[in-house]
């Protein structure tokens, strides 16, 4: 018997990298899942990518979150397939990258990042409480993939920290005004987590990245799931607001081994 036998859940951006590793973890767990990425090419390569996984028995369908009647249409099909949803998990983020230093970026560009990450975020976290929480018996369950980047900013990425940071206090918000209701809302903050983007990194910065962290190494996707998975489980259900990191105890550092005095 799995822990979310039954229970249906959406994963935005579930079409690449984490996302990849959550879709896989809630179907091995028993959910029926429904996952989108953000154009055609992208959700069909992602079907692709579980496949190659042996993942099966999820829905795709292209969503691009920051634009509305899209996100309808995804939940049409909810409906239609489902008739009911359980978890919703905001993994989908634009991560800002190539934006330059602050001095120079276009503002344009920020308006991007906060337009998916978090207004992004907080229309379909509206969305599903409206159209399915709210009618079912049994509530449901939110969590939002933020970042340590929250707390602690790295350079050039101006943007998307203040979108996790804004991500932190939404769940915050709604966590207090939908625990009455019976919806919790968490967050998981990762540090590194190992992507296709470390395929093509220089191997020497790789591994000062790795030395940064006090367990000597990024997360897998799977250990970023396995945390969400918990937050979204009846195990956590005393638990709203909370933003729980998981970077192998990046955080809790001053300074690198190597630096350190
Ligand atoms: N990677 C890290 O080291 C790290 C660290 C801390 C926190 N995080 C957070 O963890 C989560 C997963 O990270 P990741 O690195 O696996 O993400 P990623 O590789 O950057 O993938 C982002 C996902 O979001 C989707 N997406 C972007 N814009 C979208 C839109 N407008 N509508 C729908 N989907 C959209 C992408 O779909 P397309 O493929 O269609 O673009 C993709 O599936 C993110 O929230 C990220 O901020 C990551």
Redesign the pocket.
């Known amino acids: 018997m799995g822990r979310f036998d039954g229970k249906v859940v959406l994963v ?11 879709v896989e973890k809630f179907v091995r767990e028993g959910a029926k899942v429904f996952m ?4 055609d ?3 069909a ?2 079907v692709e990518m579980l496949k190659e996984r042996g993942v099966e028995g999820f829905t795709a369908q ?6 509305i009647a ?1 996100m309808r249409a995804l939940f049409d099909t909810i409906e239609r397939e489902a008739g009911r949803l359980d978890i919703l998990v ?6 800002g990258l190539g934006h330059g230093g602050p001095l120079e970026m276009d503002p344009a560009r920020f308006h991007e990042v906060f ?3 978090v207004i ?1 975020g907080f229309q379909v976290t509206q969305m599903a409480c409206n159209r399915f929480f709210m009618k079912q018996e049994t509530r449901g369950a939110v969590v ?6 929250a707390q602690r900013a790295i350079r050039h990425r101006t943007a ?1 920290c203040a ?2 940071g804004a991500i932190n206090s939404m769940v915050r918000a709604l966590a207090l005004d939908l625990a009455p209701l019976g919806i919790r809302v968490n967050a ?10 470390w395929d093509v990194l220089d191997p020497a910065k790789a591994a000062r990245r790795r030395l940064n962290c006090p367990l000597r190494r ?2 897998s ?1 799977m250990d ?1 799931a396995n945390v969400v998975a918990f937050l979204a489980s009846s195990d956590a259900g005393n638990m709203t607001g909370e933003v729980v990191t998981c ?1 192998a105890g990046c955080s809790c550092q001053h300074m690198p081994e190597d630096v350190d005095v």
Do not use: H, M
């Open positions: 935005t951006g579930g079409n690449r990298n984490t996302g990849l590793s959550l989108c990425g953000s154009s090419a992208s959700t390569r992602g292209t969503c691009d979150i920051s634009d899209q905001n993994n989908a983020a634009n991560q337009n998916v990450n992004g939002f993939l933020s970042s340590n980047t998307y979108s996790k998981c903050a990762p540090g590194y987590i190992y992507t296709e983007r990024e997360a996707g970023i970077d």
